[in-house]
């Protein structure tokens, strides 16, 4: 969908004249290698991650697939929280989206993890 994707997995450095890109051949053209920054949509139930409640919907969730760090949650265009995650190592590529949750000893719904289709890691909260 269009609002899934890499973000500047490979940049070109450098500038080139319209009339030269036939004349280019790829070891011509060095390239910054980023972090793989990814967002993907995801529905969530109601729950709270990080002390934040989360209301039932949609949400696009904003990761590095290149090791920890920080996602960013963000609903309509505006961003709810960002929280700290680890990536867990899958046995194989997941067969498609899970979001995981547990009860916290309040009875509160607390966002965990969640797996996207198709990659082989879970981003892990808390």
Do not use: C, M, W
Request: glycine share 10%; no cysteine.
């Amino acid at each position: 969908a269009g609002d899934e994707g890499a973000v500047g997995a490979e940049v070109a450095v450098g500038e080139v004249a319209a009339d030269d890109l036939s004349e280019i051949h790829e070891s011509r053209v060095p390239t910054v290698q980023l972090p793989r920054a990814q967002y993907k949509r995801v529905h969530l139930s109601d729950s709270v991650i990080n002390g934040t409640v989360l209301k039932k919907g949609d949400y696009r969730v904003e990761f590095s697939t290149s090791g920890a760090g920080e996602a960013t949650i963000s609903r309509n265009g505006k961003v709810i929280l960002k929280v700290p995650y680890t990536l867990e190592t899958l046995p194989e590529k997941a067969e498609r989206k899970g979001t995981y949750y547990r009860v916290n000893s309040e009875g509160v719904r607390e966002l965990t993890r969640i797996v996207f289709d198709g990659y082989s890691v879970a981003i892990v909260f808390g």
